[in-house]
């Protein structure tokens, strides 16, 4: 099947710092990326859609100065957090579709802590 | 915005099959149902994914009936290492990629 990569798989960082997430789709051409969040015990929370070479689509309350997003090419979605504070800690997750509403495949996740 | 509504828990032992049921009452013509498994601290894990009836693959089937306001995945004879959370999502047609609140199976010896 369909594989996305997703790197790092954990990252510390300090307060204020700017933070890169990156997600790739190894065997395929992704034009629809997603970027999601989730915290403890809580489900999934898309965050962003990104397609290729165009401005992301970021969710209410998502602030898009905050969570950059990028999606260059086919192959490549990134992810920066910046000015990271200790309430960004979450568990951060790609996924990577076809089509707007195709996505099937996610990436391995990232886990962010802010100290 | 469809919505999905699952039990937000379910427990089992090894051996046994597991039947999760997902309301989904406003499901759109063109949406498939899929069903995703997620174990702590990784990314989601396509299962399956069907549109009617029913849909077989070497981990899990999915029953949908005729009018597709629900839909159940079975796991048969569960494992400890099946102890996850199950979450199913509408998707394909033009509904948010939301997901709703997964049901955590535990399974038991």
């Known amino acids: 099947g369909a594989v996305v990569s997703q790197h790092p798989s954990r990252v510390i960082c300090k307060s204020g710092t700017s933070v890169k997430i990156e997600c790739r789709s190894l065997?395929?051409?992704?034009?629809?990326m997603f970027w999601y969040r989730q915290f403890p015990k809580q489900s999934l929370m898309l965050m962003a859609t990104?397609?290729?070479?165009?401005?992301?689509?970021?969710e209410q309350g998502v602030e898009k100065d905050k969570f950059l997003i990028n999606h260059a090419s086919l192959t490549l979605s990134t992810l920066t957090v910046t000015s990271a504070h200790p309430e960004d800690s979450s568990f951060y997750i790609c996924?990577?579709?076809?089509?707007?509403?195709?996505?099937?495949?996610f990436g391995q996740g990232t886990r962010l802590t802010v100290v | 915005l469809a919505k999905t509504t699952q039990p937000i828990s379910m427990d089992s032992y090894e051996g046994q099959e597991v039947n999760i049921t997902c309301s989904h009452n406003?499901?759109?013509?063109?949406?498939?149902i899929t069903w995703y498994q997620q174990f702590p601290s990784q990314g989601p894990r396509f299962i399956i994914q069907?549109?009617?009836t029913k849909v077989t693959n070497e981990v899990a089937s999915l029953f949908i009936p005729a009018d597709r306001k629900s839909s159940t995945l079975s796991l048969p004879r569960v494992s400890l290492s099946d102890t996850a959370v199950y979450y199913c999502?509408?998707?394909?047609?033009?509904?948010?990629?939301?997901f709703g609140t997964g049901t955590q199976l535990k399974v038991e010896l």
């Open positions: 996924s990577a579709g076809q089509g707007m509403n195709t996505e099937a495949f």
């Open positions: 065997d395929f051409q992704a034009t629809t």
């Open positions: 990104s397609n290729e070479g165009s401005k992301a689509t970021y």
């Open positions: 406003n499901i759109a013509t063109n949406d498939y």
């Open positions: 069907g549109y009617k």
């Open positions: 999502r509408l998707t394909g047609g033009g509904n948010k990629l939301t």
